[in-house]
């Protein structure tokens, strides 16, 4: 009989497993913990449920923990990447970055990947080189997190913010990536606040507008990276499909419905979307919408012929948003020494040409440069 993956369960899922072996729901509950806040690896270590009830339980389900077979640290110590190997073999990216003692808020952000592969073709992405494989369950995108908490655990800390926006466009994976959300804001599980959880996407309307009706209080990012569609239909193929004019009604409508601003991504590649010109066309583009413009310095691909812009061409470029009255921020880069983007270091893995780091090897990982995404959906 196949068994199901647990972390693929959320808590009422869970109490209705247990009342189906003929167990009140607090036991459901109590598995829930276990598997969404403790991580458990296996069902025995559930010391405070009866050792019957663990042999039931045992025979219905398991709990899927995939391998580890990269890990990273950046010079810093506060950029670490990790590649997870699933059963079939597809491997996925995340990162954990750390803001401790920078300013106010203390934070350490999980960016996770919701697809092995991506199926949208941008050209500044490693993932979208490689092409699609399939989509994640919700069971491989909790592991993501639950690995991400067992390294940081090790110092005493606890992942605070979670980013969809690792390898995948999250909204093409929709119900699973939904039901993740809601595992991890569960207060039995990590109990991560909703407006500390950010969906990124490249831009699919009917998603965005299916999203809306969620009415749920996360943070939308939409990559934008081109204030035109003639330069968008270069940079990312989904454009052709749904230009800026249905986007941006399609975020508006968003906005309006929810209530919440949305951040709009902006990577700048030097000389293809960094002029002041763009700068006004992105100005206009937003003018009278609840948005926040996310610079990014961009993070180069192999291949992909971009090269990021200039510090302080990113610095002018912010100026002038700000003149118009546009909210800017440009997102701190992280591990300075770290070259890659998305998908670089699962391609290196794949090749063989980086460590393989067991279970074993994330507490014992030595300090090396690593790459980590700056620059995706
Ligand atoms: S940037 Fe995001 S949506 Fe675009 S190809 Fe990469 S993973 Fe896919």
């Known amino acids: ?7 693929q369960l959320d808590r009422r899922e869970m109490e209705h497993l247990l009342q189906e072996m003929g167990h009140p729901p607090y036991r459901g509950r109590q598995l829930f913990r ?10 025995e270590v559930i010391t405070d449920l009866p050792k019957e009830l663990r042999g039931q339980i045992a025979q219905q389900s398991e709990i899927r923990v995939p ?19 699933l059963p079939d073999g597809e491997m996925v990216e995340m990162v954990v970055m750390e803001y401790l003692g920078r300013d106010s808020r203390d934070r350490i952000t999980l960016c996770l990947s919701t697809q092995a592969g991506c199926a949208m073709g941008c050209l500044f992405c490693a993932t979208g080189m490689g092409g699609f494989r399939r989509n994640l369950t919700t069971g491989e995108i909790i592991s993501q997190v639950l690995a991400g ?3 940081v655990a090790v110092s005493g800390y606890r992942i605070s913010n979670v980013v969809y926006m690792g390898m995948g466009e999250p909204l093409l994976n929709y119900q699973a990536v939904l039901k993740s959300i809601h595992i991890l804001n569960d207060e039995n599980g990590l109990g991560i606040s909703y407006r500390r959880i950010t969906l990124s996407t490249c831009g699919l309307v009917p998603e965005i ?5 969620e009415r749920l209080p996360i943070v939308l990012a939409v990559s934008l990276h081109a204030p035109n569609d003639h330069l968008r239909d270069r940079l990312m193929p989904i454009n052709r499909k749904y230009p800026l004019v249905e986007l941006m009604a399609a975020c508006r409508d968003y906005i309006w419905q929810t209530g919440r601003r949305i951040t709009f991504e902006y990577a700048l590649a030097r000389g293809v979307n960094d002029s002041m ?4 066309q992105l100005a206009e583009l937003v003018a009278g919408m609840k948005v926040n413009i996310n610079l990014i310095p961009l993070n180069p691909v192999a291949g992909a012929g971009l090269r990021p812009s200039p510090r302080g061409q990113v610095q002018e470029f912010a100026s002038y948003l700000l003149k118009y009255g546009t909210e800017v921020s440009i997102r701190e880069e992280m591990g300075g020494d770290i070259q890659a983007a998305c998908g670089q270091l699962r391609r290196r893995v794949l090749a063989g040409t980086t460590e393989q780091a067991g279970e074993k090897g994330v507490k014992n990982a030595g300090r090396r ?8 959906a």
């Open 67 to 85: 391998a580890v077979v990269g890990l990273e640290t950046s010079r810093d110590n506060r950029t670490r990447k990790m590649v997870l190997k």
């Open 1 to 7: 009989m196949a068994t199901v993956d647990l972390r």
């Open 277 to 280: 010109v763009h700068a006004r």
């Open 34 to 43: 276990w598997v969404h806040n403790r991580g458990i690896a296996s069902i």
């Open 149 to 151: 908490q067992k390294l």
């Open 209 to 213: 507008r299916r999203l809306a009706g």
């Open 369 to 376: 440069a690593v790459p980590h995404r700056l620059g995706q």
